[in-house]
């Protein structure tokens, strides 16, 4: 995560009286990483800092820490200042670049993504507009499923720490964090947040997106699959009108099937639209207060875990099998 | 949608390329920018001016390319052109369509001095 880190955007509570100096900040790294980082930490953190990655320019800009919201260690993001504007005279040329406007977030993405599968952890990224009933469906999963798997759960919201307060309510583990006026989650904060939440390997990871179906689609937060919550007082041209997040999405919950006998919501037609957008889109249909249907959901889950335990003995066992070799050898 | 957080990526470039490559002004960004990548060039354009200034592309002209939406049918089995994510395919009326251009966000290339 914080190989290539900005941080420029970034701030984090510090009245926290918590691990704050930005160990979180991958430089102490608790959780267990493989990836490489070789940048030195000469942070020191009082805010001139000189970042030696490879961002390149000395960050000169002001961090606007915030010093509220002391509870548990939330985080908190504000509105970052760009960098800093040196002068200088030289000819004008061209240089071609080609690159992702969202490589920033990608690469951030990709070593979360390694990070989880290294150490078994399925994240699963829920995204839908306010209200579908994530919060719900995710307590109720954590409910039903705290016996059998470990759970945590990064809550991102706008602002509040509600959401995960509630989650915290059902004994699971869960870290806020408040995006002030971004309208979604990116992977730079996911990689912090894991850091800070610790999720267990082998565990679930559920990561509630900021309410919103338009922008949470194009950050790809290294996450197993993205999960569109679609509750059914919402209407059921939702896909079509917003296609690139249930383009986006590996499957489709329709929440609140028990509200279906009050309303004109026509379950068949929403589901051939989100195939229009998505032919290979699974669809479940459930209830998160009833439990009607939860139990595809649980299934649904439980597969996606099996297929990356597997990947992870597969990677075990071939790591094993040369370390064997060597031995042999030796 | 995000059109600021996308501006601040861009800028965020711009500075590691200055840094890597440089140059300390950038006197014009060319963006490729897929019609159906969700990005309303007015409003990019619009961030862009707001917070260019006082970073390596203050006063730096924006250039946007658009790229038409297109897809592959799988029934069939060609590229086909596809103005909406959700259109049908224009030779068979399916929609087994697979995107394969038109989503792109990418900066192409910059003027630099
Ligand atoms: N009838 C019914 N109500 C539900 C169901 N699921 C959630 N709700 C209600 O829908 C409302 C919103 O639920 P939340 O779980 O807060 O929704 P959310 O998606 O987490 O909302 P944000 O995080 O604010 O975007 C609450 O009043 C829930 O009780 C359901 O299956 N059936
Ligand atoms: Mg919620
Ligand atoms: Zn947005
Ligand atoms: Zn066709």
Known sequence: MCGVCGCGSETIGEAHGHDHGHSHHGHSHSHPHDHDHDHDHDH??????????????????????HHEHAARGDIHY??????????????????????????????????NRAMFEENGILALNLVSSPGSGKT????????????RHSIAVIEGDQQTSNDADRIRATGAKALQ?????????????????????????DSL????????????????????????????????????????????????????????????FDVEQCVAYARRVNPGIGVLKVSATSGEGLEDWYRWIGDRRQSLLAGRVARLESKLAALRARMDRA | MHEMSLTEGILRVLEQQAAAQGF??????????????????????????????????????LEIIPLPGRAFCVDCGKEVPLPHRFAVCPDCGGGKLQLSGGDEMRIKDLEVE
Not at chain 1, 219 to 241: C, H, N, R, Y
Not at chain 2, 35 to 40: N, Y
Not at chain 2, 42 to 53: M, T
């Open chain 2, 24 to 61: 300390t002004r950038v006197v014009k960004v060319r963006l490729e920018i897929g019609e159906l990548s969700a990005v309303d060039p007015e409003s990019l354009r619009f961030c862009f001016e707001a917070i260019r200034d006082e970073t390596v592309a203050d006063g730096a002209e």
């Open chain 1, 44 to 65: 020191d953190h009082d805010h001139g800092h000189d970042h030696d990655h490879d961002h390149g320019h000395p960050h000169d800009h002001d961090h606007d820490h």
């Open chain 1, 205 to 264: 990871l559920f990561i509630e997106n900021v309410g919103n179906l338009v922008c949470p689609a194009a950050f790809d937060l290294g996450e197993a699959a993205k999960v569109v919550i679609l509750s059914v007082t919402e209407g059921e041209d939702k896909p079509v009108k917003y296609p690139d997040m249930f383009a986006a999405a590996e499957v489709m919950i329709l929440n609140k099937i028990d509200l279906l006998p009050y309303l004109s």
């Open chain 1, 177 to 201: 964090v408040n995006t002030g006026k971004g309208c979604h989650l990116d992977a730079h904060m996911v990689g912090h947040a894991t850091e800070k939440l610790e999720p267990a390997e």
């Open chain 1, 136 to 147: 719900t469906l995710l307590c109720r999963t954590i409910a039903d499923l705290k016996d």
């Open chain 1, 78 to 111: 504000g509105q970052g200042p760009a960098g800093s504007h040196v002068p200088g005279l030289s000819q004008a040329r061209m240089v071609k670049i080609e690159q992702d406007i969202l490589g920033y977030n990608n690469g951030y993405a990709a070593e």
